[in-house]
């Protein structure tokens, strides 16, 4: 049952992320005159996001208290960490990307979206894209596991 209840969190979340990465954020040549709506987006997908972050941390403690072979649980906890680093590394080349595309960053004085905010209609993307998402739910993975090794079930929980 947790299982399920985490693949369906995790889809709705990654729907919502999706929502906003590709509805929400606009391109360099269009002009927007009603600020970031991107914001109405953000608000709806948090819950559903926290949510299965929680699921997600839930779900990798459960799994690493019930793992026998501690050799393997060390290897999936180096595996977890290497997908951190990795996805770091996309992410960070992304965001280049995308600020490439507008022309620089909100204080550059070059850019197309110099004196906005950090978060506006057009760097949507740059926060809000699959790379953070896989980023935030590896980094939850990584610390239940790390909260089930610490913390073992106790002998009246494993009896329920």
Avoid: C
């Amino acid at each position: 049952m947790l299982r399920r209840s985490w693949l369906i969190s995790i889809a709705i979340s990654l729907f919502g992320v999706m929502m906003i990465e590709y509805f929400f954020t606009f391109q360099p040549e269009d002009t927007i005159k009603h600020g970031n709506l991107g914001i109405v987006g953000i608000a709806l997908v948090a819950p559903f996001l926290l949510l299965s972050l929680f699921i997600t941390f839930r779900f990798s403690t459960e799994l690493s208290r019930q793992a026998q072979d501690k050799m393997l649980r060390n290897i999936l906890l180096i595996a977890g960490v290497g997908l951190v680093i990795a996805t770091s590394y996309y992410a960070i080349q992304y965001t280049n990307e995308v600020y490439a595309s507008l022309g620089g960053t909100p204080s550059d004085p070059n850019s197309k979206i110099y004196g906005f905010p950090l978060l506006n209609e057009y760097t949507n993307r740059v926060f809000i894209n699959y790379y953070t998402f896989l980023l935030i739910h590896t980094i939850s993975a990584i610390l239940g596991a790390l909260y089930g090794i610490a913390r073992p079930a106790k002998a009246a929980d494993e009896a329920l």
